[in-house]
């Protein structure tokens, strides 16, 4: 039986893990963090991600966690409304709340899948017929394939294909993200203000219970972003001085915020996404960023599509290639769609959402 390592206990390792233990074989996953991740922005979910996620017979579950946002009111300095957004320009045919999506798919998976927390992948050695995997604690483990599924920051991606860095782009923003007391009291809507080149937005969360709260802005000339979260303190006063609206309140409720994210805006262009037995999947190997909205699609249904190619070819290399052959032009539609949004400062038309899939139980096509 086949014996995939996954790094990363996100969407994609989680939704990995399921459709191989589905296809007859077995996955231990390794995460950094100390638990699955709670927070992080809502996913939405369009066309052919949700025949996936129905496929996965977890489709109704989700849909009890909707987020039900609304639409977001652009307002200037005053707070005066200037125009509305729609929100299913935002939310698609599904949103729910990202940390919520991850619990169902580790309950979902937990059973039948290994998952080791607190440990990451030092180094890969591949050899004839395997692959020697080590780890920062935990003792090295033999395995058949490797699957990066660990982000944009991915260490697989690092140690076997790009150990400088060179595949990963910025599209020339910084963001961040927390969660805040609703103290503006937001009914399943949005507010933004938009102050020439930056951005704050509050949307109301956990059904009015919290509201999150989202800074965007230009990334400083000449500076790489910082991991520790208060290093991002003085760059957002820096960034927003002057801003009106409720920007200053935000910020002091940046300090106190909790499920705090923050990066730059990025993508990953790779010539390819597999070399020997590992490969890559979702952020890790295609990131689009979150301007594309489209991320966590992405890694939904390449879980979906890369497991399918492995139980339907003797040949890892075989099934890589089929795997990258069906979504590469899905992935770069994707990034050609987050550039397209950046210069126009809103979400850009022209997304491919209904991706051509098989259903590999019943009617594979063999490229």
Not at 269 to 275: R, V, Y
Request: charged share 20%; net charge negative; proline share 5%.
């Amino acid at each position: 039986m086949t014996h995939v390592l996954i790094s990363g206990a996100g969407v994609a390792g989680s939704a990995l893990a399921y459709w191989l233990h589905r296809n007859g074989m077995t996955a231990t996953v390794v995460e950094r963090a100390p638990a699955i991740r709670p927070g992080g922005l809502p996913v939405d979910f369009r066309g052919s991600a949700i025949t996936v996620l129905d496929r996965m017979g977890i489709l109704d579950e989700l849909r009890s966690h909707t987020t039900r946002t609304g639409d977001m009111t652009v307002v200037d300095a005053a707070g005066a409304p200037l125009w509305t957004m729609q929100g299913e320009v935002f939310t698609g045919d599904l949103e729910v709340p990202k940390d919520d999506l991850a619990r169902v798919l580790y309950e979902l998976t937990a059973p039948f899948t290994e998952y080791v927390f607190a440990d990451s992948v030092r180094a890969v050695t591949e050899r004839s017929d395997d692959v020697l995997v080590e780890f920062d604690r935990g003792e090295p483990r033999v395995v058949d394939l490797v699957v990066g599924a660990d982000g944009v920051h991915s260490a697989v991606r690092k140690l076997v294909f790009d150990p400088h860095g060179q595949s990963v782009q910025s599209l020339g923003i910084w963001f961040t993200t927390f969660a805040l007391p609703n103290y503006l009291g937001l009914d399943y809507t949005g507010v933004a203000h938009i102050a020439d080149d930056r951005s704050a937005n509050v949307i109301a969360s956990r059904h009015n219970t919290q509201a999150r709260a989202m800074f965007v802005f230009p990334a400083p000339l000449g500076s790489r972003p910082p991991r520790d979260v208060a290093s991002w303190q003085p760059i957002l006063r820096d960034a927003f001085a002057g801003v009106g609206w409720e920007v200053p309140r935000l910020l002091a409720e940046f300090a106190e915020g909790t499920e705090v994210y923050a990066d730059e805006m990025a993508q990953v262009l790779l010539p390819a996404w597999s070399w020997g037995r590992t490969v890559l999947i979702g952020d890790a190997g295609y990131c689009a960023s979150p301007m594309s909205g489209r991320g966590t699609s992405q890694a939904i249904i390449g879980a979906y599509v890369l497991a399918g190619e492995l139980a339907s070819r003797d040949d890892h290399a075989a099934a890589f290639d089929a795997y990258e052959q069906r979504l590469r032009g899905y992935a770069r539609t994707n990034q050609r769609l987050a550039w397209q949004s950046v210069r126009l400062g809103r979400p850009a038309d022209g997304a491919l959402d209904d991706v051509p899939i098989p259903d590999y139980a019943t009617d594979l096509t063999v490229l």
